[in-house]
């Protein structure tokens, strides 16, 4: 809740509804309730099989996730949390997906 004012701030920089990034953290961490120590990383970004990427600051983390997303995913043309998954997550079996719609909607 801290850091809401400047997720909303970056994700709307960057032309990004706002809800995406924090129903990534909710299926991701339960909106940051299990991360990896001292990496202030919600959205489970860069965190794979050879390593974690960690932040020096949720700033950074949000900052890091919004340019990603808008450069790499919607810039893209990966627009919904189907699409987004594919990259982001490839071997979920749609789940993530779901989870993530789910809290879209119920953001509305």
């Not at 997720?7 to 953290?25: E, F, G, M, Q, T």
């Not at 893209?76 to 749609?94: H, K």
Request: some cysteine.
């Amino acid at each position: 809740l801290p850091h809401a004012d400047y997720l909303v701030n970056a994700s709307r920089n960057y032309r990004i509804d706002p809800r995406l990034i924090v129903a990534i953290a909710q299926q991701e961490s339960n909106l940051c309730k299990k991360i990896p120590d001292n990496s202030f990383n919600c959205w489970g970004w860069g965190i794979h099989s050879r390593g974690t990427l960690r932040f020096a600051s949720y700033e950074e983390a949000i900052d890091a996730v919004v340019k990603g997303l808008a450069k790499n995913y919607l810039g893209e043309g990966l627009t919904t949390p189907e699409a987004i998954m594919g990259i982001y997550t490839p071997l979920s079996d749609g789940s993530w997906a779901r989870g993530v719609q789910q809290f879209i909607d119920e953001m509305k």
